[in-house]
């Protein structure tokens, strides 16, 4: 059976890592995978529950009342816990606070594996998240770990919010996406750095098209048949 095309995308919040993936999707004609929304999944959950999101063993007592199905829709992924089809109610800034706190707990991580590893072996799909490239998918075809400067970050992320219609303050903004980074990046486990064979790409300045496109050329030298 041929191999599907995987293009992994790790970085840190506000990199432009999921408008870029959905914009390869597009052009390439890949399936896009949103994995933070699994762990923010696993957050709102936690939260619903009433458990702190520093409550470890509470944490880990929830995994086994969760049930999380991944859909793919409209070239892109959907998220079901225990039946219910997950919105917009992952995006707030409380539940990236929880997103990041469970995703510290190693039970999480394995909790969360099989459902991204399946999905990228039937489907040629573009993953984002911050592990693809070290952990989930090794062998991907092109791993490429976008960053971009503290401010340019808070901005898109502060756009992409107000847009949702939040009330949210940039400087909140930056704080809280700073805190959250540093989480992501100086955990234990499957910590939010580059691959060994990852391409570093920093964004900063660059305009959506121009991050796609450099993207684009970086996937083409990599895999010379899309
Ligand atoms: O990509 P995102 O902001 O939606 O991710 C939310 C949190 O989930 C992020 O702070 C860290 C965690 N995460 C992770 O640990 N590994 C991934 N592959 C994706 C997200």
């Known amino acids: 059976m041929k191999r599907h095309i ?4 790790d970085g ?3 990199s432009g890592k999921s408008t870029l993936a959905k914009n390869l999707a597009k052009r390439f004609g890949l399936v896009y995978i949103d994995t933070g929304a699994l762990y923010r999944t696993v957050g709102l959950y936690v939260r ?4 702190s999101s520093d409550d470890r063993e509470g944490i880990i007592r929830c995994l086994e009342k969760i049930d999380i199905k991944m859909t793919l829709e409209n070239g892109g992924n959907a998220v ?3 039946g219910t089809k997950i919105g917009d ?6 539940a990236s606070v929880y997103a990041s706190d469970v995703s510290k707990i190693p039970e999480v991580r ?3 594996l099989d459902i991204q590893r399946e999905t990228a072996r ?5 993953m984002d998240g911050r592990d693809i490239g070290t952990v989930i998918l090794p062998d991907a075809d092109v791993k490429i770990f976008l960053h971009a400067s503290d401010d340019d970050r808070a901005e898109r992320r502060y756009g992409e919010l107000t847009q949702k219609g939040q009330d949210v303050k940039l400087e909140d903004i930056k704080n809280d996406m700073t805190k959250r980074d540093a989480n992501d990046r100086n955990r234990d486990i499957a910590p939010a750095v580059p691959a060994s064979d990852a391409i570093v790409f920093d964004n ?3 305009a959506e098209e121009q991050t796609l496109e450099k993207a684009a050329e970086i996937i083409r030298k990599t895999i010379q048949t899309v």
């Open 12 to 14: 840190p919040s506000g």
């Open 110 to 112: 394995a909790f969360l």
């Open 122 to 126: 039937n489907n040629d799909c573009v």
């Open 48 to 51: 619903k529950q009433g458990v």
């Open 6 to 9: 995987n293009i992994a995308i």
């Open 204 to 206: 900063s300045g660059f």
């Open 89 to 94: 109610e992952i995006r707030t800034p409380v």
């Open 80 to 82: 079901y816990l225990n």
